[in-house]
C-alpha cells in the first residue's frame, strides 16, 4: 500500500528557532504514523506560499506548517490559490499565536504533531481582503503597525512586550483615519484610529478581546471599530473597554458580519495576520465560510 504524504513547511527562525530542538522529533512522529514527509525550510518572506503553489496538491495528503501565524497565513493563501484543496496541519512555533490558541491547538510542538496525526478535520472560515488572504485578522491603526515594523530578533526577544512598548512609544503620534464604513448590519462614517475584523479568541495574546461567543466556523467575522479619542484620558478608557471588553458605545463600535466594504480619504496601512498587508482607500472584505480544512486535535 503506498505511504500518504506530507509536505512540511517550516520557518527556521520563528519563536526563537524553537524548531531546531524539535525538528527531528516532529519528522519521527509524521513517519511512524505511516507518512512519507518532504521537509522544506523557508528561506525569506513569501516562501511559504511559492512552496505550496509550486507543488502538485493532488500528490500530497497533508501540508504542515510550522512557524508563526505569518508562516500559516502564507501556506494557507497559497492552498486557497490551489485547484485542489488538501488539509493543513500546524505546528506553532511563533511568539504569540493567536489562531492556534484559538483551536486549542498545544503549544508545545511535539504535543502538536501528534494532535495532526491524531486529529480531526475542521472546516474553518478564511478571509478574503480585496485579492488577499487572510486567516484570522485582518487590522489598521494603532499597534497594528507595531507587529511589523518591529524587528524579528526584537519580537523573539520581548515577546509581548515588543507589542506594548512600541506602542506605547507612539502614542503621542497616534493616527486617525477618515472612513465609511458598510455592512448590512451597521453602517457609519467618522474618524476611527484602530479597526480589526477578527475570527480568533484572541488578539496579541490577549484572550477574549474579540467577544465572549466567537465560533471560527460560523461563517461569521467580529468587527471592533474604534473612533478617535477627545483625550488622552478618553483613549485610556478604551484600552480598558477594549481589554475588559466592556463596550464604550460612543467610542467603540463591536458587530458580527459576514462582509463589509470600508472607504477612507487617505491610502490606510492594514496588516493581515501581523504581516504587512497594503495600504488602501477601499477594501472589501468577505468571509469564505468553512473553506479551509485544519486538522485539531480531538
Known amino acids: 500500500m503506498e505511504k500518504k504524504k506530507i509536505l512540511f513547511i517550516y520557518n527556521p527562525k520563528a519563536g526563537k528557532a524553537r524548531i531546531r530542538s524539535n525538528l527531528l522529533d516532529i519528522i519521527d512522529i509524521f513517519t511512524k504514523a505511516d507518512y512519507e514527509v518532504t ?8 516562501d511559504g506560499k511559492k512552496a505550496v503553489m509550486e507543488r502538485k496538491m493532488g500528490y500530497y495528503d497533508l501540508v504542515v506548517c510550522s512557524g508563526g501565524d505569518g508562516t500559516l497565513d502564507e501556506v494557507v493563501t497559497g492552498m486557497m490559490q490551489c485547484e485542489r484543496r488538501i488539509p493543513v496541519g500546524y505546528v506553532p512555533a511563533g511568539s504569540t499565536n493567536d489562531f492556534a490558541n484559538s483551536l486549542h491547538i498545544p503549544r508545545n510542538m ?7 496525526v491524531n486529529g480531526r478535520d475542521f472546516g474553518c472560515d478564511v478571509g478574503t481582503f480585496n485579492d488577499d488572504i487572510f486567516v484570522y485578522i485582518a487590522a489598521f491603526g494603532i499597534f497594528t503597525e507595531v507587529s511589523y515594523e518591529t524587528s524579528q530578533d526584537v519580537k523573539n526577544l520581548l515577546g509581548h512586550m515588543a507589542y506594548i512598548l512600541e506602542g506605547m512609544r507612539r502614542l503621542s503620534s497616534v493616527r486617525s483615519y477618515r472612513m465609511e464604513v458598510e455592512s448590512r448590519e451597521l453602517t457609519t462614517q467618522g474618524e476611527f484610529l484602530f479597526g480589526m475584523v477578527t475570527n480568533s479568541t484572541s488578539v496579541g495574546g490577549f484572550k477574549r478581546i474579540t467577544g465572549k461567543y466567537v465560533e471560527l466556523d460560523d461563517g461569521e467575522f467580529e468587527v471592533t471599530l474604534i473612533r478617535r479619542p477627545a483625550s488622552p484620558m478618553e483613549l485610556n478608557l478604551i484600552m480598558a473597554a477594549l481589554i475588559n471588553r466592556n463596550i464604550n458605545t460612543d467610542c467603540m463600535y463591536c458587530f458580527k458580519t459576514s462582509s463589509l466594504r470600508i472607504r477612507s480619504d487617505e491610502p ?5 495576520d501581523g504581516e504587512f498587508g497594503g495600504e488602501h482607500t477601499v477594501v472589501e472584505i468577505c468571509n469564505q465560510k468553512q473553506a479551509l480544512c485544519i486538522k485539531i486535535p480531538e
Do not use: E
Request: hydrophobic share 45%; proline share 5%.
Open 39 to 46: 521537509a522544506y525550510p523557508t528561506q525569506s518572506k513569501g
Open 110 to 116: 511535539i504535543d502538536a504533531a501528534y494532535g495532526i
Open 268 to 272: 490606510v496601512a492594514w496588516t493581515l
